[in-house]
């Protein structure tokens, strides 16, 4: 089983920037890449950014040169920097752990970020 826990979520101007944590517990070493989600209100939730254990990263279109992931192996954190925010950053992000081999879909609880134009 792998636990996850999001901190840094909060209430900034548009044009601001937030930094989300996510701190990994359990059997962390299954893990094969952290993704980072998001919940805008009224809407599905959708793939923000993806890095691999490899350290291969991805972002959606609408985050690309403004959010960046990265995650640090040695304390079993992963981050995401997010700059430039727009009112339509506006959701709840959760990270996510996955896994193929053995099997793995973990979240987080969740953190709020909320951008005022």
């Known amino acids: 089983q792998v636990y996850l826990a999001e901190s840094g979520g909060g209430l900034v101007h548009s044009g601001g920037s937030l930094r989300l944590s996510c701190a990994a517990s359990?059997?962390?070493?299954?893990?094969?890449?952290m993704n980072w989600y998001r919940q805008p209100p009224a809407k599905k939730r959708e793939l923000v950014a993806t890095i691999t254990s490899g350290g291969r990263t991805t972002y959606a279109d609408s985050v690309k040169g403004r959010f960046t992931i990265s995650r640090d192996n040695a304390k079993n954190t992963v981050s995401l920097q997010m700059n430039s925010l727009k009112p339509e950053d506006t959701a709840v992000y959760y990270c996510?752990?996955?896994?193929?081999?053995?099997?793995?879909?973990?979240w987080g609880q969740g953190t709020q970020v909320t951008v005022s134009s």
């Open positions: 996510n752990a996955e896994s193929i081999d053995p099997p793995l879909d973990a």
């Open positions: 359990g059997r962390t070493f299954s893990i094969s890449a």
